[in-house]
T-cell receptor, first 111, second 114 residues
Framework: ELKVEQNPLFLSMQEGKNYTIYCNYS?????LYWYRQDPGKSLESLFV?????AVKQEGRLMASLDTKARLSTLHITAAVHDLSATYFC???????????FGTGTRLQVTL | EAGVVQSPRYKIIEKKQPVAFWCNPI?????LYWYLQNLGQGPELLIR????????DSQLPKDRFSAERLKGVDSTLKIQPAELGDSAVYLC????????????FGPGTRLTVL
C-alpha cells in the first residue's frame, strides 16, 4: 500500500525567500502529482511528474522527481504572498489512477 | 470547459439525519471519484466509478454510506444516518478514463454534523 509523507506540515516564510517542500513515498509510484488548495477551495493541479529525473517549472514553483529515492520536491523561489496555500503531493500505483495524498504543507508567505 | 460541479457547497445537519451530495463531472469524463477530506488532511478516496460501475469502493463505509451514478454521468453520495465524525469536506473529481488521466476536482461540499 502506497503511503505518502510530506514535510514540513507548516511553513512560514518571508517574501523573497526560497524554500523546499519534500514528499516521500513508500513504494513505487507510477506518477507524482502536486496540487494547490486555497482555503475553502478545491484542489488545483500544478504538476504531473512521470519519470525519474523529471523536472517541471511554472513561475516561482519547480517540482522534481527522484524515483530511486522515492522523493519529490516542490521548490519555491522568491516567494510572494499569492503563493500562500496548502500544497499536496499525491502518488498513484497501477493504471487505476488511485491517488494517495500526503497530509499537505500549509505555506504562509509573510510580507 | 466547465469544471466539476458539486452541490450543495455547505450542509449543516443534526446527527442521525440523512444527507446527500450531488456531483456533475466534466463532460466526456468517464471516471468519477468521491473523496473525503478531513480538516488538515489530504483527501482519501471513498469510491471510484467507471461509467456507471463502481469499480473501487473498498474505502466506502457501506453500513451508512451509499453512492450511485445513474447513466454514467451525475453521481450522488448519501449518508444515512450521519454521525458527528462524518463532518468533513466531500470532494468529487473526474477524469477522462482511469488510466493515467489527470483528475479534476470540484469545489467540495462541507458537511457539519451537530
Amino acid at each position: 500500500e502506497l503511503k505518502v509523507e510530506q514535510n514540513p506540515l507548516f511553513l512560514s516564510m518571508q517574501e523573497g525567500k526560497n524554500y523546499t517542500i519534500y514528499c516521500n513515498y513508500s513504494t513505487t509510484s507510477d506518477r507524482l502529482y502536486w496540487y494547490r488548495q486555497d482555503p475553502g477551495k478545491s484542489l488545483e493541479s500544478l504538476f504531473v511528474l512521470l519519470s525519474n529525473g523529471a523536472v517541471k517549472q511554472e513561475g516561482r514553483l519547480m517540482a522534481s522527481l527522484d524515483t530511486k529515492a522515492r522523493l519529490s520536491t516542490l521548490h519555491i523561489t522568491a516567494a510572494v504572498h499569492d503563493l500562500s496555500a496548502t500544497y499536496f503531493c499525491a502518488g498513484t500505483t497501477g493504471t487505476a489512477s488511485k491517488l494517495t495524498f500526503g497530509t499537505g504543507t500549509r505555506l504562509q508567505v509573510t510580507l | 470547459e466547465a469544471g466539476v460541479v458539486q452541490s450543495p457547497r455547505y450542509k449543516i445537519i443534526e446527527k442521525k439525519q440523512p444527507v446527500a451530495f450531488w456531483c456533475n463531472p466534466i463532460s466526456g469524463h468517464n471516471t468519477l471519484y468521491w473523496y473525503l477530506q478531513n480538516l488538515g488532511q489530504g483527501p482519501e478516496l471513498l469510491i471510484r466509478y467507471e461509467n456507471e460501475e463502481a469499480v473501487d469502493d473498498s474505502q466506502l463505509p457501506k453500513d451508512r454510506f451509499s453512492a450511485e451514478r445513474l447513466k454514467g454521468v451525475d453521481s450522488t453520495l448519501k449518508i444515512q444516518p450521519a454521525e458527528l465524525g462524518d463532518s468533513a469536506v466531500y470532494l468529487c473529481a473526474s477524469s477522462r478514463t482511469s488510466s493515467y488521466n489527470e483528475q479534476f476536482f470540484g469545489p467540495g461540499t462541507r458537511l457539519t454534523v451537530l
